[in-house]
């Protein structure tokens, strides 16, 4: 079935099955920052934006995006090059693969929360995993581009 949406701003008519998962197309069509990790959608490393909000696309149905607004890191790119400076001037970047997803998730959090706190921050970001560098260096970096103070 060919459903029809918009990726990174770009209108899309995309061939998909009743029963694929939107991580398994948008990966198939060529966006490969879209990882695949547990298939749980316990780990995060697949978030993508969905009409602005995060979305695990490893349980979300390729069938639901119909008219929707996604965005991969791919449409992101100058936000990402300042939150992947932020975040390796701390030293959070290891492997890059959870990236993708955890700088997404930090882009609908900075559009959704006003003046968060440091609290506000890691609860937002629960559900993205890192195997690499743990959590604080992460924490700092984000704290830098969401110009919190602690």
Do not use: W
Not at 88 to 108: F, R
Not at 115 to 125: A, F, G, H, V
Not at 126 to 137: D, F, K, M
């Amino acid at each position: 079935m060919i459903i029809n949406l918009y990726i990174n701003g770009c209108k899309k008519s995309l061939d998909v099955r009743p029963d694929e998962y939107l991580s398994e197309v948008l990966r198939r069509y060529g966006y490969l920052s879209v990882k695949r990790a547990c298939d749980t959608g316990c780990c995060g490393v697949c978030t993508i934006l969905i009409d602005g909000k995060p979305i695990l696309s490893c349980s979300y149905f390729a069938v639901r995006a119909e008219n929707k607004h996604i965005t991969t890191i791919e449409g992101i790119s100058d936000e990402e090059k300042k939150l992947g400076e932020l975040l390796v001037s701390e030293g959070a970047e290891q492997c890059g693969y959870c990236s993708p997803g955890l700088i997404l998730t930090v882009i609908a959090m900075k559009n959704e929360l006003k003046n968060p706190t440091k609290r506000d921050i890691s609860q937002y970001l629960t559900g993205n995993l890192c195997r690499c560098t743990g959590y604080v260096g992460q924490l700092r970096g984000i704290m830098k581009y969401m110009e919190v103070k602690e």
